[in-house]
Every structure is written in structure tokens, then in C-alpha cells.
């Protein structure tokens, strides 16, 4: 009769004797020993190949670092130099162009706003509601 518990049915089981059977027989020749020593020396310079070449990208980017710092610190002051050039002349400049502009002119909707931020408008007694 069919017993569930056979260790003979179970996947893993067989797999696990599969594995013994070829660990028991002998190797095949010394060629086999000789695979094993190549295998682990070519696994040893990939790993010295690989540090070497991590230490000197390593060594690259910290000698990378004052070069890419002076550039950023150049384009950071350059930036402050326009931010300081706008801000310097930018405020005169519109009050001026706007009181200029608008001065005497009759104010339609859809132009430029009549106010500006900041600025307030007193109304005549007529005006209010």
C-alpha cells in the first residue's frame, strides 16, 4: 500500500542521495584537482583586480573633490553676482518703468494691474458703495 511518509517519494530526499552518491565516487582524474586550484586562483586575482581598481576610483574621486569644489564655489558666487545685480536695480527700475508708463493714462482691464504689492489706492467719496 502507498505510504505518505516513504522518504523514497520525497523530492528532497532524493536530491539529497543524489548528491551523496557523486561525493562518494572518486574523482575523475587529476585533472580535476588541477580545475579546482585554477578556479580558486582566478576567483583570488578577480577579487585583488576588483579592490584595486575600487581603491583607485576611490583615490580618483578624493582627488576629484577640490577641483569639482572650486568650480561649484565659482558658479555659486556667479549666481550670487546676478541675484545681487537684479536685486540691486530691480525695484527702482519697476516703480520708475510703472510711474512712467502709466502716468496720465487711463487704466483698462486686462492691461497691467493698477496696483501693485504693496502699494494701496485711496478712492473718492463718489467711488464708494
Known amino acids: 500500500m502507498f505510504d505518505p511518509n516513504d522518504l523514497r517519494r ?5 536530491a539529497a542521495q ?3 552518491t ?3 565516487q572518486p574523482h575523475r582524474g587529476p585533472l580535476s ?8 586562483l582566478l576567483f583570488g586575482v578577480l577579487l585583488i583586480v576588483g579592490t584595486v581598481l575600487g581603491l583607485f576610483f576611490l583615490l580618483l574621486g578624493w582627488a576629484m573633490l577640490p577641483i569639482v569644489r572650486y568650480r561649484m564655489k565659482k558658479r555659486l558666487e556667479q549666481l550670487r553676482a546676478e541675484q ?3 536685486a540691486g536695480g530691480g525695484y527702482h527700475y519697476r516703480e520708475t518703468h510703472t510711474r512712467e508708463t ?7 482691464r486686462g492691461s497691467e494691474p493698477e496696483l501693485l504689492e504693496g502699494d494701496y489706492e ?4 463718489k467711488h464708494k458703495s
Not at 33 to 40: D, H
Not at 102 to 108: D, E, F, K, L, R
Not at 122 to 125: A, K, Y
Open 10 to 14: 520525497n523530492a528532497a530526499w532524493q
Open 102 to 108: 502709466y502716468s496720465g493714462q487711463a487704466h483698462y
Open 84 to 86: 545681487a545685480k537684479d
Open 33 to 40: 584537482g588541477l580545475k579546482l586550484i585554477l578556479t580558486w
Open 22 to 24: 557523486r561525493a562518494s
Open 122 to 125: 485711496v478712492r473718492d467719496e
Open 18 to 20: 543524489q548528491w551523496r
